[in-house]
């Protein structure tokens, strides 16, 4: 059993930055390809980001892509989410989650879920 944990959310004025990580236990961290998801009030949780088990791998949202950069660290058992130029339109909770699937944005692929942390960013 896989558990995660997220953390680095908090409240930012758009145009501003937070990096999330997200802290895996409980598996052999390689094994998984990692994702980062988000969901707002009254919305769909939609993926954000994936990496690969080795971290060369990358895929993102369009509505991220240039502004937001995943990578993992397999030593220390954690992915991480560099977050830039946020919009408030990226105000959400977000996840991580681990897959024995590829880095893929379907989260029916994604076993194992943390439980969220949020980002508030203010106009």
Do not use: H
Not at 7 to 24: I, N, T
Not at 90 to 104: I, K, L, M
């Amino acid at each position: 059993q896989v558990q995660l944990v997220e953390s680095g959310g908090g409240l930012v004025q758009a145009g501003g930055s937070l990096r999330l990580s997200c802290a895996a236990s409980g598996g052999t961290f390689i094994s998984y390809a990692m994702g980062w998801f988000r969901q707002a009030p009254g919305s769909e949780r939609e993926s954000v980001a994936a990496i690969g088990r080795s971290g060369r791998n990358t895929r993102y949202a369009e509505s991220v892509k240039g502004r937001f950069t995943i990578s993992r660290d397999n030593a220390k058992n954690t992915v991480y989410l560099q977050m830039t130029s946020l919009k408030p339109e990226d105000t959400a909770v977000y996840y991580c989650a681990a897959t024995y699937s590829d880095y893929s944005f379907d989260p029916a692929r994604y076993a194992y879920w943390g439980q969220g942390t949020q980002v508030t960013v203010s106009s």
